[in-house]
């Protein structure tokens, strides 16, 4: 077996593809020993890699962006479980419609992250201008939840699975999916290096077929997606667990090539925010060349679509 160091930003829903790729057994059935390295926070787990400490991560195509950008850094997304936009915008008890959040504090834990890049999206769509709101940084030093659901200084907030669930139960109202957009954007993703492609592309491609794996997995098998809820969130309430499954498999399928229109867009709404001083090349940061292996030897065949 070869080890394989992977960093975790958070134990959340968002990292199910890799949690799945270890319970179901699919990495060491590629011949890697995964281990698990603490690595909080999008941000802080594309440091750990870009500095080499982890050799995969589990990211969003924004921060993959924003963080080569900072860092001189060559992350790549190598394959994707979800690329469109499935957010949901919650809003303090009082606040039911979209036009009710114009002019209000929106909260986001830093300037420039993926929530904020999903508000201009979202804006964009609605013509708003991010000028219509009172952008408030949390800051990430408690929960997110916790920073987020203070109606005191933040009015309404992007959720991400489980969040919009919990927040109902504290009286916070959905007032938008956007989902419902069908907005291309590179959601939950494999990330490695372009070091490690050079240097161990083997390596990289097994991460991948099981990476792939635990995903279908993941979305076909409501009993080991709910497990795998339980095991890895803090959260007890069955309700919120099964709305939270439901939610990330609805969002995830295709054959899981990194998403070029959904890095695009990331990289175009990063430059509008002043994050990027010019636009970058949404190939700059994907390697489609290891989906497109698996696909060619007939990996996928192996396990979709049989019983």
Known sequence: MQKVKIGVAHRGAGLAPVFAAVEGGYLREQG??????????????LQSLIAGEVDFINSVGPAVILANARHNGDAAVIASASARSTQQICARPGLTSRDELRGKRWGVTA????????????????????????????????????????????????????????ARKRGWNVVEDLARMDVAMQNSCAVTTRRLLKERPDTALRYARAYCKG?????????????????????????????????????????????????????????????????????????????????????????????
């Open 32 to 45: 890697l020993e995964p281990e698990l390295v603490s690595a909080p926070g999008h941000a802080g787990a």
């Open 111 to 166: 300037r420039n992250d993926p929530d904020e890049c999903t508000i201009l999206m979202a804006f964009e769509r609605w013509n708003w201008s991010i000028a219509d709101v009172d952008i408030v940084v949390v800051g990430s030093d408690r929960p997110r939840l916790e920073l987020l659901l203070n109606a005191d200084n933040v009015d309404v907030a992007i959720m991400h699975a489980p969040e919009p669930f919990q």
């Open 215 to 307: 995903v279908y997995r993941f979305r076909t098998d409501a009993e080991f997606g709910l497990a795998l809820l339980r095991k890895y969130l803090s959260e007890s309430d069955e309700a919120v667990l099964k709305q939270t499954w439901l939610a990330l498999a609805r969002a995830m399928g295709g054959m899981m090539f990194p998403s070029v229109e959904g890095m695009r867009n990331a990289g175009g709404l990063l430059h509008r925010l002043g994050a990027l001083t010019k636009p970058v090349s949404s190939e700059d940061a994907i390697d489609l060349e290891l989906i497109a292996t698996a696909e060619r030897e007939g990996f996928f065949e192996t396990f979709m679509g049989r019983p």
